[in-house]
Protein backbone atom coordinates (compact mmCIF):
# COMPACT_ATOMS: atom_id res chain seq x y z
CA UNK A 1 0.00 0.00 0.00
CA UNK A 2 1.18 3.23 -0.69
CA UNK A 3 2.21 5.73 1.62
CA UNK A 4 -0.87 8.21 0.28
CA UNK A 5 -3.27 5.36 0.96
CA UNK A 6 -1.86 4.72 4.23
CA UNK A 7 -3.20 7.79 5.77
CA UNK A 8 -6.60 7.80 4.28
CA UNK A 9 -6.87 3.59 5.31
CA UNK A 10 -6.20 3.91 8.42
CA UNK A 11 -8.66 6.79 9.36
CA UNK A 12 -11.37 4.80 8.31
CA UNK A 13 -10.59 2.20 10.09
CA UNK A 14 -10.13 4.12 13.50
CA UNK A 15 -13.32 5.66 12.56
CA UNK A 16 -15.29 2.07 12.27
CA UNK A 17 -13.51 0.94 15.75
CA UNK A 18 -14.38 4.38 17.40
CA UNK A 19 -18.30 3.70 16.24
CA UNK A 20 -18.40 -0.01 17.14
CA UNK A 21 -16.99 0.32 20.51
CA UNK A 22 -18.45 3.94 21.42
CA UNK A 23 -21.82 2.48 20.95
CA UNK A 24 -21.28 -0.32 22.04
CA UNK A 25 -24.07 -0.35 24.64
CA UNK A 26 -21.61 0.57 27.80
CA UNK A 27 -22.31 3.66 29.38
CA UNK A 28 -18.66 4.51 30.23
CA UNK A 29 -17.62 3.76 26.61
CA UNK A 30 -19.42 6.59 24.91
CA UNK A 31 -16.57 9.25 25.01
CA UNK A 32 -14.75 6.49 22.43
CA UNK A 33 -17.27 8.42 20.20
CA UNK A 34 -15.37 11.33 20.46
CA UNK A 35 -12.79 10.43 18.06
CA UNK A 36 -14.98 10.76 15.53
CA UNK A 37 -14.55 14.82 15.32
CA UNK A 38 -10.84 14.77 15.57
CA UNK A 39 -10.20 11.73 13.14
CA UNK A 40 -13.01 13.86 10.09
CA UNK A 41 -10.63 16.92 11.10
CA UNK A 42 -7.49 14.60 10.11
CA UNK A 43 -9.16 14.22 6.74
CA UNK A 44 -6.72 15.15 3.74
CA UNK A 45 -9.75 15.38 1.24
CA UNK A 46 -13.58 15.80 1.18
CA UNK A 47 -13.96 12.07 -0.19
CA UNK A 48 -11.96 11.06 2.95
CA UNK A 49 -14.20 12.83 4.98
CA UNK A 50 -16.79 11.67 3.63
CA UNK A 51 -15.91 8.03 3.82
CA UNK A 52 -14.84 8.56 7.69
CA UNK A 53 -18.71 9.76 8.88
CA UNK A 54 -20.15 6.81 6.72
CA UNK A 55 -17.41 4.48 8.71
CA UNK A 56 -18.30 6.07 11.86
CA UNK A 57 -22.35 5.81 11.57
CA UNK A 58 -22.81 2.54 9.50
CA UNK A 59 -20.83 1.25 12.43
CA UNK A 60 -22.34 2.42 15.37
CA UNK A 61 -26.14 1.92 13.89
CA UNK A 62 -24.59 -1.39 13.12
CA UNK A 63 -27.76 -3.16 14.68
CA UNK A 64 -30.46 -1.38 12.40
CA UNK A 65 -30.25 -4.46 9.07
CA UNK A 66 -30.71 -7.48 11.63
CA UNK A 67 -33.56 -5.14 13.80
CA UNK A 68 -35.80 -4.31 10.61
CA UNK A 69 -35.46 -8.03 9.19
CA UNK A 70 -36.66 -9.00 12.55
CA UNK A 71 -39.37 -6.44 12.50
CA UNK A 72 -40.54 -7.40 9.18
CA UNK A 73 -39.93 -10.74 9.11
CA UNK A 74 -38.17 -10.13 5.66
CA UNK A 75 -34.46 -10.16 4.66
CA UNK A 76 -31.76 -7.98 5.15
CA UNK A 77 -32.54 -6.13 2.06
CA UNK A 78 -35.14 -3.11 3.63
CA UNK A 79 -33.29 -3.34 6.32
CA UNK A 80 -29.92 -2.54 4.60
CA UNK A 81 -31.71 0.39 2.51
CA UNK A 82 -33.37 1.95 5.17
CA UNK A 83 -29.49 1.74 7.19
CA UNK A 84 -27.90 3.70 4.42
CA UNK A 85 -31.04 6.21 4.11
CA UNK A 86 -30.26 7.04 7.88
CA UNK A 87 -26.49 6.87 7.17
CA UNK A 88 -26.89 9.48 4.32
CA UNK A 89 -27.96 12.93 6.56
CA UNK A 90 -24.59 12.18 8.57
CA UNK A 91 -22.02 11.85 5.64
CA UNK A 92 -24.07 14.81 3.48
CA UNK A 93 -23.60 16.69 6.76
CA UNK A 94 -20.23 16.55 7.50
CA UNK A 95 -18.97 16.05 4.10
CA UNK A 96 -20.41 19.58 2.94
CA UNK A 97 -19.11 21.14 6.28
CA UNK A 98 -15.21 19.71 6.00
CA UNK A 99 -12.50 22.18 5.47
CA UNK A 100 -8.87 22.13 4.56
CA UNK A 101 -9.00 25.58 6.52
CA UNK A 102 -7.65 24.44 9.93
CA UNK A 103 -9.01 27.79 11.28
CA UNK A 104 -12.49 27.37 9.99
CA UNK A 105 -12.72 23.63 11.02
CA UNK A 106 -14.04 24.26 14.65
CA UNK A 107 -16.94 26.62 13.58
CA UNK A 108 -17.90 24.14 10.64
CA UNK A 109 -17.66 21.09 13.33
CA UNK A 110 -20.22 23.12 15.79
CA UNK A 111 -22.56 23.49 12.75
CA UNK A 112 -22.42 20.40 11.48
CA UNK A 113 -23.13 19.19 15.48
CA UNK A 114 -25.75 21.45 15.59
CA UNK A 115 -27.41 20.50 12.19
CA UNK A 116 -27.03 16.58 13.76
CA UNK A 117 -29.03 17.35 16.90
CA UNK A 118 -32.30 18.86 15.91
CA UNK A 119 -34.57 18.69 12.46
CA UNK A 120 -34.54 17.43 10.02
CA UNK A 121 -30.99 16.13 10.17
CA UNK A 122 -31.73 15.88 13.62
CA UNK A 123 -34.46 13.08 13.07
CA UNK A 124 -31.77 10.60 11.72
CA UNK A 125 -29.12 12.10 14.46
CA UNK A 126 -28.13 8.91 16.21
CA UNK A 127 -24.29 8.21 17.77
CA UNK A 128 -24.16 12.05 18.48
CA UNK A 129 -20.96 12.57 20.10
CA UNK A 130 -22.15 14.77 22.17
CA UNK A 131 -23.99 12.25 24.35
CA UNK A 132 -21.28 11.39 25.88
CA UNK A 133 -21.27 14.36 28.05
CA UNK A 134 -22.96 12.75 30.91
CA UNK A 135 -20.13 10.62 31.49
CA UNK A 136 -17.36 13.30 30.96
CA UNK A 137 -19.40 15.34 33.41
CA UNK A 138 -21.83 14.31 35.35
CA UNK A 139 -23.74 16.43 37.51
CA UNK A 140 -22.55 19.69 35.47
CA UNK A 141 -25.87 20.35 33.91
CA UNK A 142 -26.05 22.95 30.93
CA UNK A 143 -22.24 23.74 31.77
CA UNK A 144 -21.41 19.99 31.01
CA UNK A 145 -23.24 20.14 27.54
CA UNK A 146 -20.90 23.65 26.63
CA UNK A 147 -17.68 22.05 28.10
CA UNK A 148 -18.65 19.15 25.94
CA UNK A 149 -19.21 20.76 22.98
CA UNK A 150 -15.87 23.06 23.54
CA UNK A 151 -14.37 19.45 23.52
CA UNK A 152 -15.68 18.68 20.40
CA UNK A 153 -14.27 21.84 18.92
CA UNK A 154 -11.02 21.73 20.22
CA UNK A 155 -10.48 17.98 18.98
CA UNK A 156 -10.31 19.53 15.11
CA UNK A 157 -7.88 22.57 15.96
CA UNK A 158 -4.32 22.30 16.26
CA UNK A 159 -4.49 22.02 20.18
CA UNK A 160 -6.28 18.55 20.04
CA UNK A 161 -3.32 16.79 22.12
CA UNK A 162 -4.02 19.14 24.96
CA UNK A 163 -7.46 18.95 25.08
CA UNK A 164 -7.32 15.06 24.09
CA UNK A 165 -5.85 15.00 27.49
CA UNK A 166 -7.87 17.22 29.56
CA UNK A 167 -10.84 14.62 28.17
CA UNK A 168 -9.29 11.80 29.30
CA UNK A 169 -8.60 13.07 32.57
CA UNK A 170 -12.28 13.98 32.96
CA UNK A 171 -13.09 10.66 31.58
CA UNK A 172 -11.39 8.61 34.00
CA UNK A 173 -12.12 10.64 36.98
CA UNK A 174 -16.00 10.38 36.12
CA UNK A 175 -15.56 6.21 35.27
CA UNK A 176 -13.63 6.08 38.73
CA UNK A 177 -16.36 7.86 40.88
CA UNK A 178 -19.28 6.80 38.57
CA UNK A 179 -22.99 6.41 40.50
CA UNK A 180 -25.80 4.97 38.24
CA UNK A 181 -28.86 7.49 37.73
CA UNK A 182 -30.96 6.73 40.70
CA UNK A 183 -34.54 4.91 41.15
CA UNK A 184 -37.04 8.03 42.39
CA UNK A 185 -38.92 6.73 45.87
CA UNK A 186 -42.14 4.88 44.89
CA UNK A 187 -41.28 4.26 41.22
CA UNK A 188 -40.71 1.11 39.69
CA UNK A 189 -40.02 0.68 36.23
CA UNK A 190 -41.48 -2.94 34.51
CA UNK A 191 -39.16 -4.88 32.65
CA UNK A 192 -41.33 -7.90 30.24
CA UNK A 193 -40.13 -10.70 27.88
CA UNK A 194 -43.30 -11.36 25.99
CA UNK A 195 -41.49 -10.75 22.50
CA UNK A 196 -43.64 -9.43 19.86
CA UNK A 197 -46.84 -10.39 21.36
CA UNK A 198 -46.72 -7.35 23.47
CA UNK A 199 -49.16 -4.76 21.89
CA UNK A 200 -50.13 -7.09 19.73
CA UNK A 201 -52.11 -9.40 21.85
CA UNK A 202 -54.91 -7.29 22.77
CA UNK A 203 -56.73 -10.25 24.62
CA UNK A 204 -59.13 -9.86 28.26
CA UNK A 205 -56.33 -12.65 29.65
CA UNK A 206 -53.26 -10.42 28.14
CA UNK A 207 -54.42 -7.14 30.11
CA UNK A 208 -55.26 -9.62 33.47
CA UNK A 209 -51.94 -11.00 33.20
CA UNK A 210 -50.54 -7.40 33.25
CA UNK A 211 -52.85 -6.41 35.79
CA UNK A 212 -51.71 -8.85 38.33
CA UNK A 213 -48.03 -7.79 37.75
CA UNK A 214 -49.12 -4.27 38.36
CA UNK A 215 -50.82 -5.28 41.48
CA UNK A 216 -48.08 -7.25 42.62
CA UNK A 217 -45.62 -4.59 42.10
CA UNK A 218 -48.22 -2.05 44.01
CA UNK A 219 -48.61 -4.25 47.18
CA UNK A 220 -44.48 -4.08 47.56
CA UNK A 221 -44.82 -0.53 48.11
CA UNK A 222 -44.71 0.94 44.47
CA UNK A 223 -46.68 3.97 43.79
CA UNK A 224 -45.90 4.72 40.10
CA UNK A 225 -45.41 1.85 38.04
CA UNK A 226 -44.36 1.84 34.24
CA UNK A 227 -44.91 -0.49 31.79
CA UNK A 228 -43.27 -0.53 28.32
CA UNK A 229 -43.94 0.87 24.95
CA UNK A 230 -47.05 -0.52 23.14
CA UNK A 231 -47.70 -2.68 26.80
CA UNK A 232 -51.68 -2.04 26.27
CA UNK A 233 -51.85 -2.27 22.80
CA UNK A 234 -54.83 -0.06 21.08
CA UNK A 235 -56.34 1.98 23.79
CA UNK A 236 -60.25 1.62 23.77
CA UNK A 237 -62.96 2.69 25.97
CA UNK A 238 -63.08 -0.83 26.72
CA UNK A 239 -59.72 -1.41 28.20
CA UNK A 240 -59.68 1.86 30.01
CA UNK A 241 -62.70 0.94 31.87
CA UNK A 242 -61.03 -2.99 32.55
CA UNK A 243 -57.56 -0.96 34.09
CA UNK A 244 -59.75 1.86 36.08
CA UNK A 245 -62.03 -0.70 37.58
CA UNK A 246 -58.62 -2.92 38.07
CA UNK A 247 -56.72 -0.25 40.30
CA UNK A 248 -59.58 1.01 42.73
CA UNK A 249 -58.11 -1.49 45.33
CA UNK A 250 -54.92 0.42 45.11
CA UNK A 251 -53.15 3.68 45.24
CA UNK A 252 -50.71 3.35 42.60
CA UNK A 253 -50.81 5.29 39.37
CA UNK A 254 -49.91 2.94 36.38
CA UNK A 255 -47.95 4.84 33.00
CA UNK A 256 -48.03 2.07 30.02
CA UNK A 257 -47.58 2.52 26.47
CA UNK A 258 -50.26 2.23 23.94
CA UNK A 259 -51.35 3.09 20.63
CA UNK A 260 -54.58 5.76 19.90
CA UNK A 261 -56.12 5.59 16.29
CA UNK A 262 -58.14 7.76 14.07
CA UNK A 263 -58.82 7.37 10.40
CA UNK A 264 -55.77 9.77 9.56
CA UNK A 265 -53.15 7.35 11.34
CA UNK A 266 -52.06 6.83 14.85
CA UNK A 267 -50.34 8.43 17.95
CA UNK A 268 -47.64 6.28 19.75
CA UNK A 269 -48.87 7.31 23.45
CA UNK A 270 -47.95 7.02 27.18
CA UNK A 271 -51.21 6.68 29.23
CA UNK A 272 -51.48 7.47 33.25
CA UNK A 273 -54.25 5.26 34.42
CA UNK A 274 -55.54 5.10 38.34
CA UNK A 275 -58.37 3.94 40.15
CA UNK A 276 -60.19 7.40 39.43
CA UNK A 277 -59.67 7.73 35.97
CA UNK A 278 -57.45 7.71 33.20
CA UNK A 279 -56.06 9.99 30.87
CA UNK A 280 -53.84 10.49 27.66
CA UNK A 281 -50.42 11.41 29.31
CA UNK A 282 -48.06 12.19 26.36
CA UNK A 283 -47.90 11.48 22.83
CA UNK A 284 -44.24 10.25 21.10
CA UNK A 285 -42.60 13.54 19.54
CA UNK A 286 -40.16 11.23 17.11
CA UNK A 287 -41.98 7.96 16.32
CA UNK A 288 -39.30 5.78 14.52
CA UNK A 289 -38.50 6.84 10.37
CA UNK A 290 -39.27 4.74 8.44
CA UNK A 291 -41.32 1.88 9.91
CA UNK A 292 -43.73 4.48 12.11
CA UNK A 293 -43.47 7.83 10.65
CA UNK A 294 -44.13 7.94 7.32
CA UNK A 295 -44.13 11.84 6.13
CA UNK A 296 -44.79 10.97 2.30
CA UNK A 297 -47.93 8.99 2.58
CA UNK A 298 -50.30 12.02 3.05
CA UNK A 299 -48.68 12.83 -0.33
CA UNK A 300 -49.61 9.61 -1.78
CA UNK A 301 -53.11 10.18 -0.99
CA UNK A 302 -52.85 7.50 1.79
CA UNK A 303 -53.67 7.46 5.28
CA UNK A 304 -52.03 5.65 8.37
CA UNK A 305 -48.72 5.69 9.91
CA UNK A 306 -47.55 7.56 13.21
CA UNK A 307 -47.66 11.06 13.47
CA UNK A 308 -45.13 12.90 14.93
CA UNK A 309 -45.48 15.56 17.73
CA UNK A 310 -42.26 17.26 17.23
CA UNK A 311 -42.23 19.87 20.03
CA UNK A 312 -45.22 18.97 21.78
CA UNK A 313 -45.16 18.03 25.56
CA UNK A 314 -41.55 17.74 26.76
CA UNK A 315 -42.74 17.68 30.34
CA UNK A 316 -45.74 16.08 31.79
CA UNK A 317 -47.61 16.09 35.42
CA UNK A 318 -48.17 12.76 36.78
CA UNK A 319 -48.07 11.57 40.37
CA UNK A 320 -47.56 15.04 41.43
CA UNK A 321 -44.03 15.46 39.61
CA UNK A 322 -42.83 16.50 35.98
CA UNK A 323 -41.53 13.85 34.06
CA UNK A 324 -39.85 14.14 30.91
CA UNK A 325 -40.91 11.18 28.63
CA UNK A 326 -38.77 9.35 25.97
CA UNK A 327 -40.49 6.74 23.62
CA UNK A 328 -38.03 4.28 22.29
CA UNK A 329 -36.71 6.43 19.39
CA UNK A 330 -36.04 9.42 21.12
CA UNK A 331 -33.57 8.01 23.06
CA UNK A 332 -31.16 7.66 20.33
CA UNK A 333 -31.52 11.30 19.24
CA UNK A 334 -30.82 14.60 20.63
CA UNK A 335 -33.45 17.07 20.72
CA UNK A 336 -36.16 15.42 22.66
CA UNK A 337 -33.80 14.98 25.72
CA UNK A 338 -32.84 18.76 25.42
CA UNK A 339 -35.94 20.31 24.81
CA UNK A 340 -36.89 18.45 28.25
CA UNK A 341 -34.32 19.12 29.80
CA UNK A 342 -35.07 23.22 29.55
CA UNK A 343 -38.25 22.54 31.86
CA UNK A 344 -36.46 21.06 34.82
CA UNK A 345 -38.36 17.64 34.96
CA UNK A 346 -38.16 15.85 37.84
CA UNK A 347 -37.73 12.34 36.50
CA UNK A 348 -37.00 10.71 33.31
CA UNK A 349 -39.04 8.05 31.78
CA UNK A 350 -37.82 5.90 29.33
CA UNK A 351 -39.91 3.42 27.64
CA UNK A 352 -39.33 1.09 24.56
CA UNK A 353 -40.40 -2.33 23.27
CA UNK A 354 -37.37 -3.54 22.05
CA UNK A 355 -38.58 -7.21 21.01
CA UNK A 356 -37.38 -6.93 17.61
CA UNK A 357 -33.51 -5.59 18.82
CA UNK A 358 -32.64 -9.48 19.51
CA UNK A 359 -29.53 -9.99 18.67
CA UNK A 360 -28.04 -6.38 18.69
CA UNK A 361 -27.03 -3.93 21.03
CA UNK A 362 -29.94 -1.43 20.45
CA UNK A 363 -31.47 -1.67 23.56
CA UNK A 364 -28.67 -1.41 25.51
CA UNK A 365 -27.25 1.30 23.29
CA UNK A 366 -30.96 2.93 24.62
CA UNK A 367 -30.03 2.76 28.17
CA UNK A 368 -26.64 4.10 27.80
CA UNK A 369 -27.33 6.84 26.39
CA UNK A 370 -30.42 7.94 28.73
CA UNK A 371 -27.97 6.98 31.33
CA UNK A 372 -25.34 9.29 30.43
CA UNK A 373 -27.92 12.16 29.87
CA UNK A 374 -29.30 11.45 33.17
CA UNK A 375 -25.77 11.75 34.83
CA UNK A 376 -25.47 15.19 32.85
CA UNK A 377 -28.40 16.52 34.37
CA UNK A 378 -28.94 14.96 37.49
CA UNK A 379 -32.01 13.30 37.13
CA UNK A 380 -33.31 9.93 38.36
CA UNK A 381 -34.30 7.71 35.87
CA UNK A 382 -36.82 4.87 35.14
CA UNK A 383 -36.76 2.31 32.28
CA UNK A 384 -39.47 -0.23 30.99
CA UNK A 385 -38.64 -2.30 28.15
CA UNK A 386 -39.82 -5.22 26.60
CA UNK A 387 -37.77 -7.98 24.66
Same mark, same amino acid.
Given at each position: ?11 ? $?? /? ?26 ? $? ?7 ? %?? $? ?6 ? &? ?50 ? %? ?48 ? $? ?14 ? *? ?8 ? %??? *???? /?????? /? ?35 ? *? ?16 GAEVI ?34 ? &? ?31 ? *? ?5 ? %? ?24 IVAIQ ?7 ? &? ?12
Open positions: MRREQLQPTALI $AV /SIVAGTVGWSGYVLLLPVAFAFPFLWAL $ARTRRTAAV %VS $AGYFLAAS &RGLPQGVATFYSSDLLPGLLLWLCACAGFVIVHTVLWTKKTGARPRRYLLAA %VLMAIPPFGITGWAHPIAAAGVLFPGWGWWGLAAATAGLMGLVTRMWPAV $AILLAGFWIWSAATWD *EPKLPEGWQG %VDL *EMGA /SLGRDT /SIERHRDLIATVTDRASGGARSIVLPESALGFWTPTV *ERLWVRALQATDATVIADAGGYDNVLIAISGDAARLLYRERMPVPGSMWQPW &RPLLGASGGARAHFFSNPVVTVAGGRIAPLICY *EQLIVWP %VLQSMLQEPDVIIAVGNGWWTKGTSRASTQAWA &RLFDKPVVFSFNT
